[in-house]
């Protein structure tokens, strides 16, 4: 069954770099475009960047560009996400989630988030 | 700032139906395809419609979604204590080539 586990969420100074992962099992890795999507506390859902397919674009929100990067590696099925500069305002839940139609992106499995605090 | 608005909530009593409104202008929903999310509280979302009016399997029918012009809509009917919820529209924003939610809309069984 598709299953994308995120992890390397914690608390982290303003400031200060994290790196978070998602490891994905049960589909063909190198057929599916993955994005990010966060949620800060009692707040709605904000997309953060994707990646495509085969990696060769990638797109950022507003609010994360210049200071987020999203990768990927088909040798593990892993996709990252990592976070240089970070503000208070990054707090949320980070959620890997799997987009089938990249042209047309919608999100069918989500992984269960992990939750960053930026906090001095 | 979400360039998608949804009403922050909508409420019905049981077996009735609501309807969840997501405006948006030509460079989103005038022009690409809408998806709808299914949040609890303390949950992952969960994806509800997709290309405007498709279920994924395991979405009830008595989920529906429809487009019309730069606006889409999400239609429960035989609304159930179980649908207490947010839920979300989305889609990619051709301008400014980022994806777009809504502002979220919460469903109130009454």
């Known amino acids: 069954q598709v299953q994308l586990v995120e992890s390397g969420g914690g608390v982290v100074q303003p400031g200060r770099s994290l790196r978070l992962s998602c490891a994905t099992s049960g589909f063909i890795f190198t057929d599916y475009t993955l994005h990010w999507v966060r949620q800060a506390p009692g707040k709605g859902l904000e997309w953060v960047a994707n990646i495509l397919y085969d990696g060769s674009s990638r797109y950022y929100g507003d609010s994360v560009k210049g200071r987020f990067t999203i990768s990927r590696d088909k040798s593990t099925n892993t996709v990252y996400l990592q976070m240089n500069s970070l503000k208070t305002e990054d707090t949320a839940v980070y959620y890997c989630?799997?987009?089938?139609?990249?042209?047309?992106?919608?999100?069918?499995?989500w992984g269960q988030g992990t939750l960053v605090t930026v906090s001095s | 700032q979400s360039v998608l608005t949804q009403p922050p909530s909508v409420s019905a009593a049981p077996g009735q139906k609501v309807t969840i409104s997501c405006s948006g202008s030509s460079s989103n929903i005038g022009n690409n395809y809408v998806s709808w999310y299914q949040q609890f509280p303390g949950t992952a979302p969960k994806l509800l419609i997709y290309d405007n009016t498709e279920r994924p399997s395991g979405t009830p029918v008595r989920f529906s979604g429809s487009k019309s012009g730069t606006s889409a809509t999400l239609g429960i009917t035989g609304l159930q204590t179980g649908d207490e919820a947010e839920y979300y529209c989305g889609m990619w924003d051709s301008s400014l080539s980022l994806y777009v939610f809504g502002t979220g809309t919460k469903v109130t069984v009454l």
């Open positions: 989630v799997r987009d089938p139609q990249w042209l047309v992106p919608y999100f069918d499995y």
